[in-house]
């Protein structure tokens, strides 16, 4: 029984230091090896700019897709670069909707990772903004009809028709990012850019 109340107790102090070895310590090491490096973090609502690398249209692209937008000049917060010119941007559709009458297609494009060419990757999340909307598109579509109405500007007597804009619309069409844009993000959430993903 002696022995037997040593043997647990020996087990569960092995036990205790395994778990020890694997847990406490790579955790202690990864905080060690972060001191190494300064974290700078880029705030929620930064607008970032890139140049977009091939057309995405509403009338080809699907839920899903990847996209590929590229860094044109070095990102500075002070005097560190945050992210380097040339560093590629990941994007994946989120939603089409395919153009109706009087509202043209729109999609949204969100972007989850920035790679570096030194080949950091680093998450992000941020969406592609067009026209104050992180909505692409879904703007309306031109007026199909006009119908002339009398009009008596000042004193005239006789007055002048004049061609006003009906409710009735075109049908709407595709919209397309063309390669070469420069295209906006907004980053929506702080984004830190000391810890790359493995």
């Known amino acids: 029984m002696k022995y ?3 043997f647990f107790i020996l ?3 092995l036990f205790i230091a395994v778990l020890c070895i694997n ?3 790579p955790v202690a090491i990864s905080d060690t090896h972060l001191r190494n490096y ?7 609502g930064s607008f970032l700019k890139a140049i977009n690398l091939r057309d995405i249209s509403t009338s080809t692209v699907k839920v899903g897709d ?5 860094n044109p000049a070095d990102i ?3 005097t560190s670069t945050v992210i380097p010119k040339d560093s590629v941007y990941l994007g994946r559709v989120e939603e089409v909707l395919e153009a109706v009458e009087g509202i ?3 999609m949204k494009i969100k972007v989850y990772k920035v790679i570096t060419p030194s080949k950091d990757e680093y998450l992000l999340d941020a969406y592609v903004y067009w026209k104050g909307s992180t909505t692409i598109g879904g703007d309306l579509a031109p007026v199909a009809y006009y119908q002339k109405m009398p009009h008596y500007p000042g004193d005239w007597k006789k007055g002048a028709l004049q061609l006003v804009p009906t409710s009735i619309r075109e049908q709407g069409k595709p919209t397309v990012l063309k390669a070469g844009d420069e295209i906006t993000f907004i ?8 810890k790359p993903v493995n």
Request: aromatic content about 14%; proline content about 3%.
């Open 76 to 78: 500075f917060i002070g």
């Open 38 to 44: 300064k974290p700078i973090n880029i705030a929620k």
């Open 104 to 106: 043209n297609a729109s």
């Open 187 to 194: 980053i929506n959430s702080d984004m830190s850019l000391y």
């Open 23 to 25: 847990y406490i310590a």
């Open 4 to 6: 037997m109340k040593r």
């Open 11 to 13: 087990t569960i102090t």
């Open 66 to 70: 990847i996209q590929y937008f590229i």
